[in-house]
């Protein structure tokens, strides 16, 4: 595994960390209210198979989609500085 | 065919550690298989697996970061390609999300695990693992103290190779 680890790209690494820390960031938001993945799915009109895919951490998710999580739970999950110097942080 | 098996330690992690069954008749564990078997022409996700297991080894193995596989009396498991870039798909179990003992996998192209002969043996085999390792537990043989595996890690199970 080591000799794997050494050919992953620190892109890949940031790609999937962010991708692990949205999704773990809208389980909170979920916990926080109450929501159960049923509720959820409803409330975005989606499958609870497709909730329980943003869920897991390894989908590739849309801004569009991201964007409309954010508005349906009331919870701002991406935030640019102004000055734009540094990265998206979930 | 009874086949003698031990888990092996593969690595340490602050919340789960990974083992993966290595038979010993064999030269490689499981996991090593399934690397040694798509890491030239799935470069890219089994790096991400990899990285994804790094991830779960610092963050933790709660069900959510896996799709349920096997049967609900069982605790199989997969981590599928990260990003969906692919349909290569890891089989394991989930073992109080402490431990997670790593099998064998592979491109998962038919609708159910079950079309799929390869794919079905990786998953039977590590439900045999699991109805073992069940009765050890239940019979203090073998229990999970923190993220170890602790207690007799050798026994064998009905298996082809």
């Excluded at chain 2, 031990?6 to 602050?14: A, H, I, P, S």
């Excluded at chain 2, 499981?30 to 790094?54: C, G, I, M």
Aim: glycine share 4%; aromatic share 8%; proline share 2%.
């Amino acid at each position: 595994m080591d000799e794997i680890r050494e050919t992953i790209s620190p892109e890949m690494k940031m790609q999937m960390e962010l991708s692990v820390a949205i999704a773990n960031r809208i389980y909170e938001i979920l916990e926080e209210k109450g929501m159960s993945q049923k509720d959820f799915a409803r409330l975005m009109g989606k499958t609870e198979t497709e909730i329980s895919r943003w869920l897991s951490g390894t989908h590739n998710m849309t801004l569009a989609t991201l964007c409309k999580i954010s508005i349906a739970l009331g919870e701002n999950l991406l935030e640019v500085p102004i000055n734009h110097k540094e990265l998206v942080v979930a | 065919m009874e086949r003698n098996l031990f888990l092996e330690l593969l690595e340490d992690g602050n919340k789960v550690s990974l083992y993966s069954p290595h038979f010993e008749d064999e030269e490689y564990s499981e996991f090593e298989k399934f690397l040694l078997a798509y890491k030239d022409n799935y470069p890219d996700d089994v790096r991400q697996l990899v990285y994804r297991l790094d991830i779960i080894k610092r963050d933790g193995a709660e069900d959510r970061h896996f799709r349920y596989e096997g049967t609900r009396r069982d605790r199989v498991m997969a981590l599928p390609s990260h990003l969906e870039t692919t349909s290569l798909r890891l089989y394991l179990l989930n073992i109080a999300a402490k431990v997670l003992i790593l099998g064998n996998g592979g491109l998962k192209t038919t609708a159910t695990y079950e079309e799929d002969s390869h794919l079905h043996k990786c998953v039977q085999t590590l439900q045999k693992i699991d109805i073992q390792l069940k009765q050890f537990e239940k019979q203090k043989v073998i229990t999970v103290t923190g993220t170890k595996l602790l207690g007799t890690l050798t026994f064998s199970i009905d298996d082809e190779p």
